[in-house]
């Protein structure tokens, strides 16, 4: 992939705020991220008033499935998202969390879709994705090799087009639980594009992710880390979320440029400057032997002998009377 796919995850930091949620577009469109990432969720297809919350940092809802009935939106509204993201520049995507989800996304006009790490073994789901027929891209956070080889079988034999995330499902995550090793592990396993997924609220993992290889970054943004949500401390705000597409595009740019180390001929005059000729620390006479602790490497290249040649001339006899700091050249040597 001659590009990295950079996908700035918005999820529920607008917090159900209709406003908050187009502001956020704008915010992202100035970064230079590829694509925005929302979540759709349906309360009544897709949890219960069982489901306990991940995180209790709610004052508002009472429970897990109010919040999630609060960040709903309308068919409409999320038309009116997807113009906007459209309008920017920026692809629109929203991970589905319930097969009414996905209904509600193909009539506002996905073009991929992504799958979150706790819908990976959710084969409904994945079902009805794959008859879409449109590309997705998985988290893999929170499964084994065990889990993830049904997956990926399950998709390869509805011929579903695909691709996989390293993934770790903690909010921060921390440098020991990255698992770059994984990147690696993910493509020679199933021989298909990988990516990384952050949580760390950091810019050198997604870095180091790419130059280990990773084609797709996914992580979550947010105006201020002190906002009100579950992921607002695992995110980026927009002025880290710049310098990290800057860099990303920088290292993909090196990546996909790859130097010749057999071919220095682009270094012609530079060497001719910063290249050193031998020289004598002292004045000497006619007929002095050359020891190694006459000689000393003077800039530039070519006004006498290389530099890296002198073990050629010790022992050898001079023909004539030197200067302190003269260049030393063959021509100044007994045959």
Same mark, same amino acid.
């Given at each position: 992939?001659?590009?990295?796919?950079?996908?700035?995850?918005? +999820?529920?930091?607008?917090?159900?705020?209709? &406003?908050?949620?187009?502001?956020?577009?704008?915010?992202?469109?100035?970064?230079?991220?590829?694509?925005?990432?929302?979540?759709?969720?349906? $309360?009544?297809?897709?949890?219960?008033?069982?489901?306990?919350?991940?995180?209790?940092?709610?004052?508002?809802?009472?429970?897990?499935?109010?919040?999630?009935?609060?960040?709903?939106?309308?068919?409409?509204?999320?038309?009116?998202?997807? $113009?906007?993201?459209?309008?920017?520049?920026?692809?629109?995507?929203?991970?589905?969390?319930?097969?009414?989800?996905?209904?509600?996304?193909?009539?506002?006009?996905?073009?991929?879709?992504?799958?979150?790490? &706790?819908?990976?073994?959710?084969?409904?789901?994945?079902?009805?994705?794959?008859?879409?027929?449109?590309?997705?891209?998985?988290?893999?956070?929170?499964?084994?090799?065990?889990?993830?080889?049904?997956?990926?079988?399950?998709?390869?034999?509805?011929?579903?087009?695909?691709?996989?995330?390293?993934?770790?499902?903690?909010?921060?995550?921390?440098?020991?639980?990255?698992?770059?090793?994984?990147?690696?592990?993910?493509?020679?396993?199933?021989?298909?594009?990988?990516?990384?997924?952050?949580?760390?609220?950091?810019?050198? $993992?997604?870095?180091?992710?790419? +130059?280990?290889?990773?084609?797709?970054?996914?992580?979550?943004?947010?105006?201020?880390?002190?906002?009100?949500?579950?992921?607002?401390? +695992?995110?980026?705000?927009?002025?880290?979320?710049?310098? =990290?597409?800057? +860099?990303?595009?920088?290292?993909?740019?090196? =990546?996909?440029?790859?130097?010749?180390?057999?071919?220095?001929?682009?270094?012609?005059?530079?060497?001719?400057?910063?290249?050193?000729?031998?020289?004598?620390?002292?004045? =000497?006479?006619? &007929?002095?032997?050359?020891?190694?602790?006459?000689?000393?490497?003077?800039?530039?290249?070519?006004?006498?002998?290389?530099?890296?040649?002198?073990?050629?001339?010790? &022992?050898?006899?001079?023909?004539?009377?030197?200067?302190?700091?003269?260049?030393?050249?063959?021509?100044?040597?007994?045959?």
């Amino acid at each position: 992939m001659k590009e990295t796919f950079i996908i700035a995850e918005i +999820a529920q930091a607008h917090d159900g705020s209709l &406003g908050l949620a187009h502001s956020y577009i704008d915010a992202v469109a100035k970064t230079g991220c590829n694509a925005i990432k929302f979540q759709t969720h349906i $309360a009544e297809a897709e949890s219960s008033l069982e489901e306990p919350f991940r995180v209790n940092f709610s004052f508002e809802d009472k429970t897990r499935y109010d919040y999630w009935k609060r960040m709903e939106f309308t068919l409409e509204q999320w038309k009116e998202i997807k $113009a906007h993201c459209d309008k920017v520049s920026l692809e629109f995507i929203s991970s589905p969390f319930s097969n009414t989800a996905v209904d509600l996304l193909e009539e506002v006009g996905v073009k991929r879709y992504k799958i979150g790490s &706790g819908e990976v073994n959710n084969f409904v789901l994945l079902e009805k994705i794959i008859q879409t027929g449109k590309p997705i891209i998985i988290s893999s956070g929170m499964s084994s090799f065990e889990e993830l080889d049904k997956t990926v079988a399950f998709l390869k034999n509805r011929n579903a087009n695909y691709s996989i995330l390293q993934c770790t499902t903690a909010y921060p995550t921390k440098p020991s639980q990255f698992g770059f090793n994984v990147l690696k592990e993910l493509k020679e396993r199933y021989n298909v594009v990988v990516g990384f997924s952050d949580h760390s609220s950091s810019i050198e $993992a997604s870095i180091a992710a790419v +130059a280990l290889g990773a084609d797709i970054l996914e992580f979550h943004v947010v105006f201020n880390n002190e906002m009100f949500g579950p992921d607002a401390k +695992a995110s980026l705000n927009f002025k880290e979320t710049k310098k =990290l597409v800057k +860099a990303v595009r920088n290292i993909k740019k090196a =990546l996909n440029n790859p130097i010749d180390k057999n071919d220095n001929s682009n270094f012609k005059e530079l060497k001719q400057i910063f290249e050193k000729s031998l020289a004598i620390n002292k004045d =000497l006479t006619e &007929g002095h032997v050359i020891k190694f602790s006459d000689l000393e490497a003077k800039k530039p290249k070519g006004f006498g002998i290389l530099a890296s040649d002198y073990q050629r001339i010790i &022992g050898k006899e001079l023909n004539k009377d030197l200067n302190k700091w003269d260049f030393l050249t063959f021509n100044d040597l007994k045959e």
